[in-house]
């Protein structure tokens, strides 16, 4: 298996592999994404969750309360499955190509990596003996985003005739709904409504508005055939555009249809159908050739910034990478959109954005991919007036409260007590503006917004929380926990409280040290009153903890709490929130997954290493780990503990997560989160990394079951490369201004020399 490739071979055909197959195949670039849908159909029978979607552009369903309580929000954004354009038939005279009917003699579905392409091979014998082989490679481009290539080309082996290709471009389409999965909406609205269709030439475009949200989106379809034609044909009803090719297919020779789909929305462009002409038109003019280079240009720069590898586990390299690949296909590119639970590869939980982009996902691109990490954090800048709208709503007269679950800025969260209570989205929030500050020492981005966001924070914490007996308290909010909600003191949130409004304060600090403040100052109309409070109420946080058990309590009330040993618990009542109701989950000290245990991990030093430890070991007896939020950050602290098999047994449980199928419902999507956990997994639990205010920190571990890994990071100007050896550990300065680096507690000056760290130097 080739560096960057995952394929397989004579791959089943029974619905349940069709469907987690166009999940683990499908196309994206970050702005649009293509469930892997065979472009023939399938047969009567067969289920499939056809989906085509652009991040960031949704509509508006309504979400009734059963009690109209003040504030309970009763209207939600949701992704829309935009357009169907991946619609081709192929027949061979007269015979329709089908993998449902016939002989398909061999099989192959790859995913390059390398060259940003899924391909589909099939060697097909139709019922009348004549065989063909159908190649399909397909591309989401990363140069021109709103452009969807499938490349079809078919080589006649054992005859000569007539092929017919049918190229569809469908814009009336529906979203997926189950009303059992609470993923998933649970009805079938319909979304987008058609406007204008045009025809220009053999190109279709198909103008569609939202039914609520004011939107628009253009769908425009291109077919080019690289043969001669010997006849064309144009059908349409309603929106619904077929354009029929027909050729001359010679023994032995090939033919290939070029199908071009271009999709553009009004939240980046005032005129979408101007756009989609435009884009066509330097679509023609780059050619498809240098399209695919500029896909590979694309992506050689981003495996040389990011790639990792483990030494020895070839299995374990490429869901890695597969990981890493997804990440980057599912980050937005603009400050128009985020990252959803399931990217672009499906439509659990809406298309909608949670605190996992900046808690899970958005380390990775501020390690290795700064612009990217930049517009994430440009995002949550143009959704801030909703966030301060959402605290009037909650109640605050100051500040900004980010919503626990959006697309444009307003909550989505029907179930305000594990939503809208989850206060720590703004610390989560926070928290990421400052590790990218820490990363990559930009002052002009704190100064443009970073520094609004901290200060707009800072301020709900000093609305929400409370002074008493000289102690700061935060009441009646929920943590990362779903399975514990509105809680006093729930350590998570005092901890990122805690963080945020110091960050506050000191970011002000270092902008009026570089005279970059006065802007900010006067826009916020921020005093020094106003940042001592802060200061105050920081140092004054109050941090649970139990003299007793010698831990952090997960809350005021959770250790009063009934144990539910989660060992007694069958597998088939797992996750619990599906088998059992929110209230006995709320008595009971059980865990969906990493709470205090993740405070732990990403602020370390609010505790001293053995309360870590005791706390780590009371929250392993009572965390079902439901999510897939949770075995990483476990594998990063038993990573930090010293507990190296629990470390380990943790990450398996992470890296092959979606690869492998082995929650068994990628089918659903991709778990895009778990995805840059595995990342962190091996980065900040292996490789022991974390940037401080005060540099760059390694204490790296190797696992008994590697023989070695490398990663490669970048600080400030400098590109770093570390490889982890049973006997020594590496660095080396692979671009830009010298660094210090802490290894195992030793400053090392990396400059243009490799620095080797060998096991009797390690301190």
Not at 161 to 183: C, K, Q, T, W
Not at 588 to 608: G, N, P, R, S, W
Not at 685 to 694: N, Q, Y
């Amino acid at each position: 298996m080739q560096k960057y490739i995952y394929q397989i071979k004579d791959f089943p055909l029974d619905n349940d592999s069709l469907l987690l197959h166009e999940t683990l195949f499908h196309n994206a670039n970050g702005y649009l994404g293509a469930r892997s849908n065979f472009e023939e159909g399938y047969p009567e029978g067969y289920h499939s969750i056809q989906g085509q979607y652009i991040n960031g552009f949704y509509d508006f369903s309504t979400m009734p309360q059963a009690e109209k309580l003040y504030g309970l929000f009763e209207e939600k954004q949701t992704m829309l499955n935009a357009v169907d354009t991946q619609g081709i038939e192929l027949r061979i005279d007269g015979e329709r190509f089908s993998m449902f009917e016939g002989k398909v003699l061999e099989r192959i579905r790859t995913l390059d990596m390398q060259n940003g392409v899924t391909i589909r091979e099939v060697l097909w014998e139709s019922p009348g003996g004549k065989r063909v082989l159908v190649k399909v490679r397909r591309m989401a481009s990363f140069n021109i985003l709103p452009l969807f290539l499938v490349e079809y080309t078919v080589t006649a082996l054992n005859f000569s005739g007539e092929a017919e290709l049918i190229s569809s471009h469908i814009g009336e389409v529906m979203n997926y709904f189950n009303p059992d999965d609470p993923r998933v909406a649970g009805e079938a609205d319909k979304y987008l409504l058609p406007e204008r269709d045009i025809l220009e030439g053999s190109n279709s475009f198909m103008l569609m508005h939202t039914s609520k949200s004011n939107l628009r989106m253009c769908s425009a379809v291109r077919n080019t055939l690289d043969k001669a034609t010997k006849e064309k044909q144009i059908k349409q009803k309603g929106f619904h555009t077929e354009q029929i090719l027909t050729v001359e297919c010679r023994q032995g020779e090939s033919i290939t249809l070029y199908k071009e789909t271009v999709l553009c929305d009004s939240v980046r462009y005032s005129d979408p159908v101007k756009a989609a002409q435009e884009t066509l038109d330097r679509i023609k003019k780059t050619g498809f050739t240098a399209l695919y280079q500029k896909q590979r240009d694309y992506l050689d720069k981003f495996w040389n910034e990011c790639d990792m590898e483990v030494y020895g586990d070839p299995e374990l390299n490429i869901a890695v990478r597969y990981n890493l690949y997804q990440l980057m296909q599912s980050v937005g590119k603009d400050r128009y959109s985020n990252i959803a639970a399931k990217g672009l590869s499906g439509e659990g939980y809406e298309g909608h954005y949670f605190w996992d982009t900046e808690m899970y996902m958005q380390p990775f691109f501020t390690l290795t991919a700064r612009e990217v990490s930049k517009n994430l954090i440009r995002y949550r800048y143009t959704i801030l007036e909703y966030a301060k709208e959402n605290a009037r709503i909650m109640g605050h007269n100051k500040g900004a409260l980010y919503p626990w679950r959006t697309i444009m800025g307003r909550e989505c969260s029907g179930y305000y007590v594990s939503g809208s209570a989850a206060y720590h989205i703004n610390g989560d929030v926070a928290y990421a503006v400052i590790s990218y500050y820490l990363a990559a020492g930009d002052l002009e981005l704190m100064q443009e917004c970073g520094a609004e966001i901290l200060i707009e924070t800072a301020r709900l914490w000093m609305d929400t929380g409370n002074y008493y007996k000289g102690r700061f308290h935060i009441h009646e909010v929920t943590g990362p926990d779903e399975y514990t909600c509105l809680v006093n003191n729930n350590y998570y949130t005092n901890a990122v409280a805690k963080y945020n409004l110091r960050w506050a304060a000191k970011i002000i600090d270092l902008l009026a040290a570089d005279g970059m403040a006065d802007e900010v100052v006067q826009k916020l109309q921020i005093t020094q009153e106003e940042l001592d409070t802060f200061k105050a109420a920081a140092e004054a946080m109050y941090l649970p903890y139990d003299q007793e058990l010698g831990i952090n309590p997960q809350d005021d009330s959770f250790l009063e709490k009934k144990i539910w040993d989660v060992n007694t618990i069958p597998e088939d009542k797992k996750p619990l929130l599906l088998h059992y109701h929110p209230m006995h989950l709320y008595r009971h000290q059980i865990c969906k997954q990493a709470d205090t245990v993740m405070a732990h991990f990403i602020l370390e030093d609010e505790q001293d290493l053995e309360t870590m430890r005791r706390s780590f070991e009371y929250y392993e007896r009572v965390t079902t780990h439901d999510s897939s939020l949770s075995p990483c950050i476990f594998s990063i602290m038993a990573s930090k503990l010293g507990k190296s098999e629990a470390a380990y047994a943790y990450f398996g449980e992470s890296a092959k997560l979606d690869l492998f199928n082995t929650h068994k419902n990628t089918r659903d999507g991709i778990h895009t989160a778990n995805m840059g956990g595995t990342y962190m997994a091996i980065v900040y639990g292996f490789g022991g990394l974390r940037i401080k205010a005060d540099g760059l920190y390694l204490m790296p571990a190797l696992p008994d079951q590697w023989e070695g890994y490398q990663f490669r990071i970048r600080y400030r100007d400098a590109g770093i490369r570390v490889s982890i050896r049973p006997e020594h550990c590496e660095l080396e300065l692979l671009e830009g201004d010298d660094a210090v680096v802490h290894v195992y507690g030793k400053a090392y000056e990396l400059k243009t020399e490799k620095i080797i760290i060998r096991r009797g130097e390690q301190r």
